[in-house]
């Protein structure tokens, strides 16, 4: 599998987060989910294997290498390719021939556990450069490509396998930040072997759309198409949210345009489900592909994870349910229509009771109620994968039925409106919120510095 000469189109699924890498046990499942749905490679770089970037140069100890061949086991029964990426970006000095010997003794430890195919991750680093390499290389693209020649050229007297990197700029803003200095894609992708295959997100690190045209342009200046690394479903950034809607933006044609993408999904392995699902009904289509219809088909095969101790739950809730945590730059229809409707009824200071309002109304505590019950999951890991995010939304929706009661009920018309349970501090309070509330974004990306509050409050009574 991993000797083909013909370069094989990757698809599959980068454990390249930060935050704790996955279990062997969910690795194992992971696979599962890939064969199902057509895909063939497995990258294994998670930010926070300490081996991966703080202690790179180290080999892994005896308890290392088990996760490793259990790995390189686990793929080669079901055919995949499994590609190990190791970053040295941190604080590796091109020029040293320490460190070259460094990445090697790495590499060797996994060559003789049946690693065959690697990959150079450069991203998420400082573009500084030591003053010895800027003295020999004059660029921090010039360095790299060299240093990943000599490491390639190395990898090949002894495997067959691809060999990756991930570039310093990897996506559009980046590169017009100058991150990584001028020129950098250009003199990477003249300095580069061209057998290497080269990252890229797209034109934000969280890409919305990937475009035809700029993949095109980005293929001339790297001198192959680049492979994707797609951030779509990631949530390591956002600890409030996580994505399972349908794999969407991309048009079918972005296949024959890049040599593969792989997805960073979710940090919480279990809600990667549909994603994945989604993902492979996009990879099998040739002509038409409706991403809604994919992401419902994923969710009936998610369905039977939601078997509880209880009474049993509604499909039709848990669509709404997953519409909340969809995709990064939108929400699901139904959540999105729910969230609409909420506002409309609320929007005057008496909300009307009319059979419409009552219907958005019960609409909304059916899905607090299906927030509520998933604690009953006979699925203990998919519970504990939801409950912080499940629990925000329930409280939320709580405190808005609150308020929709005070607001009809005529003997409290005037009077203020508090929540005995979303008490100030102890509800939604803390640091992180305090300074959230100084930087105030606007939709055109730009930020608004807010009126300071400098008085902290009264201290929260426990
Ligand atoms: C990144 C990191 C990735 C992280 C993601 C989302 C790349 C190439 N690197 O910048 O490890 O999970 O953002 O936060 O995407």
Redesign the pocket.
């Known amino acids: 599998m991993t000797d083909s000469s013909e370069p094989q189109f990757l698809s599959g699924v980068i454990e390249?987060?930060?935050g704790p890498p996955w279990t062997p046990a969910e690795r194992h499942q992971l696979w599962d989910w890939m064969v199902r749905s057509g895909l063939n490679t497995y990258f294994y770089?998670p930010?926070d294997d300490l081996h991966q970037r703080a202690i790179w140069r180290q080999s892994y100890d005896e308890s290392g290498l088990m996760e490793v061949r259990e790995a390189v086991a686990g793929c080669r029964q079901r055919g995949l390719r499994l590609i190990y990426a190791c970053s040295p970006g941190l604080d590796v000095t091109y020029s040293d021939p320490a460190d070259m010997a460094a990445i090697q003794g790495r590499l060797i430890q996994l060559l003789d556990d049946g690693v065959n195919d690697f990959c150079i991750?450069l991203?998420?680093i400082p573009d500084a450069m030591r003053p010895v390499d800027l003295a020999r290389w004059g660029s921090l693209a010039a360095a790299q490509a060299a240093w990943v020649n000599e490491v390639y050229a190395w990898s090949r007297a002894r495997t067959q396998g691809r060999f990756l990197i991930?570039p310093t700029p990897?996506?559009a803003r980046m590169v017009a930040a100058r991150h990584g200095g001028e020129g950098y894609l250009e003199i990477l992708g003249q300095g580069l072997h061209p057998d290497i295959d080269v990252?890229w997100?797209g034109p934000e690190?969280?890409s919305e759309t990937l475009d035809l045209d700029p993949i095109a342009r980005l293929t001339e200046i790297l001198r192959r198409p680049p492979l994707i690394?797609d951030?779509l479903f990631?949530n390591?950034?956002d600890g409030r949210r996580f994505f399972c809607g349908p794999y969407a933006g991309r048009p079918l044609e972005l296949k024959q345009a890049v040599r593969g993408i792989l997805l960073?999904p979710n940090t919480e392995f279990s809600l990667n489900f549909v994603p994945i699902h989604s993902f492979g009904t996009y990879l099998a289509a040739d002509r038409a592909w409706d991403s809604r219809a994919s992401f419902l088909e994923g969710l009936k095969a998610w369905w039977p994870r939601f078997a509880t101790v209880g009474a049993p739950l509604s499909f039709d809730d848990l669509v709404t349910f997953a519409d909340c945590f969809y995709l990064p730059y939108q929400e699901g229809p139904e959540a999105d229509a729910l969230a609409l409707a909420i506002a409309c009824c609320l929007s005057s200071p008496r909300p009307p009771v009319d059979p419409e309002s009552l219907a958005v109304r019960a609409r909304m505590l059916r899905l607090k109620d299906f927030c509520a019950r998933l604690v009953d999951l006979k699925d203990r890991g998919l519970f504990h994968a939801f409950h912080r995010r499940v629990w925000e939304l329930r409280e939320e929706l709580d405190l808005i039925d609150r308020w929709w009661s005070h607001q009809i009920d005529p003997a409290r018309a005037g009077t203020p409106f508090e929540s005995d349970f979303h008490r100030p501090k102890t509800y939604r309070g803390g640091f992180v919120v305090r300074v959230q509330s100084f930087l105030k974004p606007r939709p055109d990306g730009s930020m608004e510095w807010t009126s300071m509050n400098l008085n902290p409050g009264p201290a929260s009574a426990i």
């Open positions: 390249g987060f930060y770089g930010k991750l991203d998420d991930c990897y996506c990252f997100t690190i969280i690394w951030n990631a390591d950034y960073n």
